[in-house]
């Protein structure tokens, strides 16, 4: 049952309806995260914020975006986030075996994934700290200095989504992640 419940548009606070309105319209509905978000005007917005500062400036392409987002919503024990990025994830082209492979750490098809995604889970983790070892292997995969500076950015929204989710209870929506093995 969740602890906040899902909003529909009609039923928003004011200040809250023009966001639920653009993300029901990017998704093609409103998603239970998104409707318990419209709750309060502060929390619908600082999510879009820092999503709307991904889009405009961010330099991701999808995969990644989804590889981050799955890595850091099985860190966190996110059901919600790992079974919407599951979706997302095969949208923008992994397998579904890919997007268990990613969630479970277990990246064997994509060096630079793999350490991208190992730094996302370990700054998660260990509250934004990462080890030597693991920085040295995002380095010599080819990350950027912007690039990584970034991933932080995909960390961030990922652990407001994540924690909103079990702060609020939010009742899942989408089809299920399929378990790991």
């Not at 909003?7 to 200040?15: H, K, M, R, S």
């Not at 409103?30 to 889009?55: R, T």
């Not at 981050?68 to 949208?91: F, P, R, W």
């Not at 970034?150 to 652990?159: G, K, M, Q």
Request: aromatic share 6%; hydrophobic share 40%; glycine share 8%.
């Amino acid at each position: 049952m969740p602890r906040i419940p899902a909003q529909t548009i009609d039923n928003a606070p004011q200040d809250s309806r023009e966001l639920a309105k653009k993300m029901e319209k990017k998704v093609g509905k409103l998603l239970n995260i998104h409707a318990g978000m419209a709750h309060s005007p502060v929390v619908i917005a600082a999510y879009d914020g820092i999503a709307g500062a991904i889009s405009k400036h961010g330099t991701f392409d999808a995969r990644t975006q989804e590889a981050i987002a799955l890595a850091v919503g099985n860190e966190d024990g996110c059901d919600y986030c790992q079974s919407a990025h599951t979706m997302s994830g095969k949208a923008a082209g992994f397998s579904e075996e890919e997007t268990k492979a990613i969630r479970a750490g277990d990246i064997d098809f994509d060096d630079r994934l793999a350490a991208i995604t190992a730094m996302a889970r370990e700054a998660v983790s260990n509250t934004g700290s990462v080890s030597e070892q693991t920085w040295q292997s995002v380095l010599d995969n080819g990350w950027s200095e912007e690039e990584r500076s970034e991933a932080f950015a995909h960390i961030a929204v990922n652990l407001y989504t994540n924690y909103f989710n079990h702060y609020a209870g939010t009742e899942l929506d989408v089809p299920a992640a399929p378990e790991l093995s």
